[in-house]
């Protein structure tokens, strides 16, 4: 999953000119861990357990960042744009946050090495959404529907509204898009507001539909989701959604990248 975040944040890279930085994190409590001689690694596939060498665990780290670098360099060939890879050593979050501005755009993966792909939300995900200061891509690879809409959902906080509303805006400026605006429920939209977003995102009126939120449950949410064919979410950090019970297990019912803005 990390591989296609690194292919799709190429591509947003070449369409927004922005530069692309790759992070490998050496993880020190791993390292660490392998330096008690009672330590064992049990093979996830085999079952096989043996010692936990700090000397293989240092060159295995070695040959994952020179793949991770070519990798990079791959997934950047088809665009030519500047891109850097950074390998640190530390906590995976806290070296990410060291690296990451405010108008900067993280993309990773929704699940990492230790899980399923669609099991759950991974560690470092969580940690970079709820502390990263500038917006978080969790990307899912999915079937992009031709006639497909950005779904932006929007509740009570202007100035959170109006950053989804920027990040929608830019996303759909390089593939044309309709979008939907998703409210919670009792919520509504002034007239002259609903233009002001419309003029914002750069769309016709007919291609700009507004929908009601009945419901924060999961399975609802992603129901209503698939009608609208959605291809991408895009939602604040403080937004209901998030911060309803089972917003977990939302993210990855949807199947769906998942734009985070603060």
């Given at each position: 999953?990390?591989?296609?975040?690194?292919?799709?944040?190429?591509?947003?890279?070449a369409?927004?000119?922005?530069?692309?930085?790759?992070?490998?994190?050496?993880?020190?409590?791993?390292?660490?861990?392998?330096g008690?001689?009672?330590?064992?690694?049990?093979?996830?596939?085999?079952?096989?357990?043996?010692?936990?060498?700090?000397?293989?665990?240092e060159?295995?780290?070695?040959r994952?960042?020179h793949?991770?670098?070519?990798?990079?360099?791959?997934?950047?060939a088809?665009?030519g744009?500047?891109?850097?890879?950074?390998?640190?050593?530390g906590?995976?979050?806290?070296?990410?946050?060291?690296?990451?501005?405010p108008q900067?755009?993280l993309?990773l993966?929704?699940?990492?090495?230790?899980?399923?792909?669609?099991a759950?939300?991974?560690?470092?995900?969580?940690?970079l959404?709820?502390?990263?200061?500038?917006r978080?891509?969790?990307?899912?690879e999915n079937?992009i529907?031709p006639?497909g809409?950005v779904?932006?959902?929007?509740?009570?906080?202007?100035?959170?509204?109006?950053?989804?509303?920027t990040?929608?805006?830019e996303?759909?400026?390089h593939?044309?898009?309709?979008?939907?605006?998703?409210?919670?429920?009792g919520?509504?939209?002034?007239?002259?507001?609903?233009?002001?977003?419309?003029r914002?995102?750069?769309i016709?009126?007919?291609?700009?539909?507004?929908?009601s939120?009945a419901?924060?449950?999961?399975?609802?949410?992603?129901?209503?989701?698939?009608?609208e064919?959605?291809?991408?979410?895009?939602?604040s950090?403080?937004?209901?959604?998030l911060?309803?019970?089972g917003?977990?297990?939302?993210?990855?019912?949807?199947?769906l990248?998942?734009?985070?803005?603060?």
């Amino acid at each position: 999953m990390s591989y296609a975040a690194l292919t799709a944040a190429a591509e947003i890279a070449a369409n927004t000119g922005a530069d692309l930085l790759g992070v490998f994190v050496e993880e020190q409590d791993l390292l660490r861990s392998a330096g008690f001689g009672f330590s064992r690694e049990v093979g996830a596939s085999s079952g096989i357990s043996h010692p936990f060498d700090p000397t293989g665990l240092e060159q295995r780290m070695q040959r994952l960042a020179h793949q991770v670098r070519r990798a990079l360099a791959s997934a950047v060939a088809p665009y030519g744009g500047r891109h850097t890879l950074s390998v640190v050593r530390g906590h995976v979050v806290d070296e990410v946050l060291a690296l990451a501005e405010p108008q900067d755009l993280l993309v990773l993966g929704r699940v990492g090495w230790s899980f399923a792909p669609g099991a759950r939300l991974g560690s470092t995900a969580k940690g970079l959404v709820r502390r990263s200061p500038g917006r978080v891509l969790l990307w899912c690879e999915n079937r992009i529907l031709p006639q497909g809409r950005v779904v932006v959902f929007l509740n009570d906080h202007k100035e959170a509204n109006s950053r989804a509303v920027t990040a929608a805006a830019e996303m759909i400026r390089h593939s044309y898009r309709p979008v939907t605006l998703l409210l919670g429920a009792g919520s509504d939209i002034p007239s002259e507001d609903l233009q002001g977003i419309q003029r914002n995102l750069g769309i016709q009126e007919s291609d700009l539909r507004v929908r009601s939120l009945a419901s924060t449950d999961p399975v609802f949410v992603a129901r209503l989701l698939s009608q609208e064919k959605a291809v991408q979410l895009i939602l604040s950090r403080g937004c209901a959604l998030l911060q309803a019970p089972g917003a977990e297990e939302l993210l990855v019912a949807l199947n769906l990248p998942v734009t985070v803005t603060p």
